[in-house]
Antibody, heavy 120, light 110 residues
Framework: EVQLLEFGGGLVQPGGSLRLSCAAS????????MSWVRQAPGKGLEWLSV????????KSADSAKGRFTISRDNSKDTLYLQMSSLRAEDTAVYYC?????????????WGQGTLVTVSS | QTVVIQEPSFSVSPGGTVTLTCGLS?????????PSWYQQTPGQAPRTLIY???TRSSGVPDRFSGSILGNKAALTITGAQADDESDYYC??????????FGGGTKLTVL
C-alpha cells in the first residue's frame, strides 16, 4: 500500500526554523517527483514546491522561494521541507503529495498532513 | 502572477447536475495545463478525482467527469449525492513547471 506520512510539525516562534519530513512507503520512492502543499486554517490549498525523483531538479512557488527548501533522501525514502524565517502566515497544515509517474503533472497520493503553528 | 479562478461556492439539489469551473486570470485553460481536480472534506487530506483534464482517478464514481468548456477546465457532477458536499480544488500546471491551485469551490448539496 502506498503511504505518505508527514511529521515534524509543531509550535515554532516567529523567525524560527523547522524541518518537515515525509516518509514514503509502498512504492519506489526515487521514481517519483514529490511536492509540498499547505493549507492555512480555513483557507484553500497552496502548492509550494516540487522535486524530481533524483532530487536534481526543484521548482517553487514565489511564496516559498528564499525561505523554504525542498529536498529528499532516496536512501531513506524521505522527503523534506526546510522552513526558515517563519511568520504567522505560515501557520498551516503541510501535506506531502506524490507526483504522478506518467508526466501528467497531478498528485496521485497524499499524506495526512502535519500542522505547523507559528506563534509567540 | 497567474491566478487560477474557481467559483467560491455552488449549490446543487440531490440528484442534480452541477458544473464547477477553473479559469485563468489571463489566458485560456487547455489540455496542456493538465487540469486536475481534488475533493476535500473538513479535516481530511485531499482526494484525487480527475487528472489530465478528463481521466478519473481509481475508484472515483463515473458521476464525476472533467472537460474543457470554452476557455476553462470544468468538473461536472451528474446525479449529486449528499456525500459530494465538499470543497473542490483544481490545479493547473504552468509552462514554468510550477503548479497552481485554484481558490476552491465549496459545494453544498441541499
Amino acid at each position: 500500500e502506498v503511504q505518505l506520512l508527514e511529521f515534524g510539525g509543531g509550535l515554532v516562534q516567529p523567525g524560527g526554523s523547522l524541518r518537515l519530513s515525509c516518509a514514503a512507503s509502498g512504492f519506489t520512492f526515487s521514481n517519483y517527483g514529490m511536492s509540498w502543499v499547505r493549507q492555512a486554517p480555513g483557507k484553500g490549498l497552496e502548492w509550494l514546491s516540487v522535486i524530481s525523483g533524483s532530487g536534481g531538479s526543484t521548482k517553487s512557488a514565489d511564496s516559498a522561494k528564499g525561505r523554504f527548501t525542498i529536498s529528499r533522501d532516496n536512501s531513506k525514502d524521505t522527503l523534506y521541507l526546510q522552513m526558515s524565517s517563519l511568520r504567522a502566515e505560515d501557520t498551516a497544515v503541510y501535506y506531502c503529495a506524490r507526483r504522478d509517474y506518467s508526466g501528467r503533472h497531478y498528485f496521485d497520493c497524499w499524506g495526512q498532513g502535519t500542522l505547523v503553528t507559528v506563534s509567540s | 502572477q497567474t491566478v487560477v479562478i474557481q467559483e467560491p461556492s455552488f449549490s446543487v439539489s440531490p440528484g442534480g447536475t452541477v458544473t464547477l469551473t477553473c479559469g485563468l486570470s489571463s489566458g485560456s485553460v487547455s489540455t496542456t495545463s493538465y487540469p486536475s481536480w481534488y475533493q476535500q472534506t473538513p479535516g481530511q487530506a485531499p482526494r484525487t478525482l480527475i487528472y489530465s483534464t478528463n481521466t478519473r482517478s481509481s475508484g472515483v464514481p463515473d458521476r464525476f467527469s472533467g472537460s474543457i468548456l470554452g476557455n476553462k477546465a470544468a468538473l461536472t457532477i451528474t446525479g449529486a449525492q449528499a456525500d459530494d458536499e465538499s470543497d473542490y480544488y483544481c490545479v493547473l500546471y504552468m509552462a514554468s513547471g510550477i503548479s497552481v491551485f485554484g481558490g476552491g469551490t465549496k459545494l453544498t448539496v441541499l
